[in-house]
């Protein structure tokens, strides 16, 4: 049997010990992968979504590496995903249900959350909202009323429209379901809106879709959000001004850019509710066991000098309905 001396020389240095341990598990770095588009990343170092780990704890450089990977272009998104994988992070951040399948498509086993999916129950991603039952959750805007209420918005501020061109993308990082267009369909039906569809698959297509557009006689254009459309803003923006064309945008992204209206979820809250799916997976939650959060908060922002630029007037009982105003 040990001597009392050796009991106690024992316990003292299981003691000594147990603090370093502990120091040594607090100081585990957590890893999660940023996988966007060129030109579409949201996890910059003062993004709401990196606040709000901020505020969980997780600091960038201490409790927390970000390995932050893009594409140049939508086909070259899954060699990307690949290279977030083969680094084994804890967690993949997209912000659309299409990149959330191309990260889906590299790992079933690496959590993947979104930021602003249009809508993942659609896609087969998940089993449903409630029990996602694989690797993807996190956030999701689509909302039948949604679609709806942007193209009654775009009726009042142009009575007389009667022809809307829908820009929608077709391209690896884009996921569109087939709600979508049956909710825009219903809605363009009851005000007498004939739709048209248009495709873009990469950014180089948005200035012969927009000569398409004008051509064709379209008083309005419809932007489905996606990741392409974010990395084209810019172009897209400044081709409605050249084309003297009032643009809906779903997100705050649009008229923020110099566009004329948005209808849609407040993205900053959605990124920071993002951030707690982030803080419960590294801290062992699983994927498939928390449901994904459907936007609740919506706000309309209109672009006053966006609107001279195209001779549009906005009728002031529109004005009034904003939430925000950019003079």
Same mark, same amino acid.
């Given at each position: ?10 316990? *003292? ?146 009575? *007389? ?22 909710? #825009? ?61 009032? #643009? ?80």
């Amino acid at each position: 049997m040990p001597s009392r001396r050796q009991f106690v020389g024992a316990l *003292s240095a299981s003691l000594l010990a147990a603090p370093f341990t502990a120091a040594a598990q607090a100081r585990r770095v957590a890893t999660i992968g940023d996988l966007s588009l060129a030109g579409s990343r949201f996890l910059g170092p003062a993004s709401p979504f990196m606040v709000a780990l901020r505020e969980f704890g997780w600091i960038e450089g201490q409790s927390l590496s970000v390995e932050r990977r893009s594409a140049p272009s939508p086909e070259q998104l899954p060699r990307v995903a690949e290279d977030l994988v083969r680094l084994n992070v804890d967690v993949i951040v997209v912000a659309s249900a299409g990149i959330a399948q191309v990260a889906h498509q590299a790992t079933r086993t690496i959590p993947i959350v979104t930021l602003t999916a249009g809508e993942l129950e659609g896609t087969g991603l998940i089993a449903s909202l409630a029990r996602p039952g694989g690797n993807v959750t996190g956030m999701q805007i689509m909302n039948p009323e949604l679609m709806s209420k942007r193209l009654e918005l775009l009726k009042l501020m142009i009575p *007389s429209l009667s022809r809307l061109a829908v820009l929608e993308p077709d391209a690896a990082t884009a996921f569109v379901t087939a709600s979508y267009f049956r909710v #825009i369909g219903e809605a363009a039906r009851k005000l007498g809106v004939r739709v048209q569809r248009v495709t873009v698959r990469a950014i180089g297509d948005f200035e012969p879709a927009f000569a398409t557009i004008a051509r064709d006689g379209n008083e309005a254009v419809l932007v489905i959000a996606n990741p392409l459309a974010t990395a084209g803003l810019k172009e897209i923006v400044g081709l409605g001004v050249k084309r003297r064309l009032p #643009i809906m945008y779903e997100n705050q992204g649009g008229p923020l850019a110099g566009g004329l209206v948005s209808y849609g979820a407040v993205i900053p809250e959605m990124h920071r509710r993002a951030a707690r799916y982030v803080d419960r997976l590294l801290k062992g939650a699983k994927a498939a066991e928390l449901p994904v959060e459907q936007a609740s908060v919506f706000e309309l922002i209109i672009n006053t000098k966006a609107a001279g630029e195209i001779g549009l007037t906005i009728p002031p009982s529109l004005l009034l309905r904003a939430d925000r105003i950019i003079e």
